[in-house]
């Protein structure tokens, strides 16, 4: 099929300290375990209940790697944007698959949504084609742009 997409967007919190692993080349790879939260109210009980899924990610662009490295633990709020990928390795002789989320050198992003402070917003950015960390909004407001006073 012509014209597919292949994107995954998360707003999450680290489940556990950044993973760097090095490989034969000097290339190094960071693994993130990211936990999305669905909260809701039970309709019968009317009580809040909670839904938690954990989300596999891999960085390979180094520039991010070292960001995740130096700037990210557990409980860190993170945005992330990458694709899904299923690799197949060996184990115990028997062929295994495994689904993540990758952030490579081109078409990812992870945005730091905790300063050191903990304050959002005045955190470091690396995108995969910037070379530079740069500041930005930390999450998007639901509040609409256009929803100033126009009198129309």
Request: glycine content about 8%.
């Amino acid at each position: 099929m012509a014209g597919s997409v292949n994107k995954v967007i998360l707003v999450g919190n680290l489940g556990r300290d950044p993973e760097v692993r090095s490989f034969q080349s000097g290339d190094k790879v960071c693994n993130l375990s990211i936990a999305t939260s669905d909260s809701w109210k039970d309709k019968s009980s009317g009580e809040r209940k909670e839904k938690t899924e954990w989300h596999r990610v891999a960085i390979y662009n180094q520039n991010l790697v070292t960001i995740a490295e130096k700037y990210l633990s557990k409980g860190s709020k993170v945005y992330i944007e990458g694709k899904l990928e299923t690799r197949e390795y060996e184990k115990d002789g028997q062929k295994r698959y495994s689904t993540e989320i990758t952030i490579r050198q081109f078409g990812g992003e992870l945005t730091l949504l905790d300063g050191k402070s903990g304050a959002t917003g005045d955190a470091p950015r690396m995108d995969d084609d910037t070379p530079q960390a740069s500041s930005r909004p930390a999450i998007l407001s639901s509040k609409n742009p256009l929803d100033d006073e126009i009198p129309f």
